[in-house]
């Protein structure tokens, strides 16, 4: 559903985001609020096989009513894709199968880390943290692409955007942008 946004001029879709850090032993799990704005914790998966993982991503997506899942890629620091990032890049074609909801990657370089720090900081123990510390990096992943998209004035952009015609209001005002 898209719907012009009343302070910026600019289409914002509505429908919550699904954000997966996606480990070797756990898939952390970050969700938006409707609106796109803020992105929390979730939960978490812990893997067992991949038939269960994907039965698991599925419910969770129908559970949250997720329109878009963001997957987070982990780049090395010089940008490029390493072993990691290419089994990432692997499961999340194989859940792109299991779910009609488009897939976008997102750069989670230091997300850990990040989420480490904000746990430490709020005082959480170190058993604590080990064990929310994915759902967190997950919504560090979430947090980031949904400030992304506000900077640009898109809420979340999908291939399905690009066959879709552009959105205009009831008023007909086109997008300022021109996008």
Known sequence: ????????GRPRRIGRILALDVGERTIGLAVSDPLGLTGQPAGEIRRTSLSRDLQALAAAVVQYEASVVVVGLPRSLNGTLGPQAQKVQEFAARLREAIPQPIEFWDERFSTAIAQRALIAADVRRAERRR???RVAAAVILQSYLDAQAHRGVEHRTDADERAPAPTSSAGRGDPDGA
Do not use: N
């Open 1 to 8: 559903m898209v719907t012009w946004h009343p302070i910026e």
């Open 132 to 134: 929310v510390v994915d």
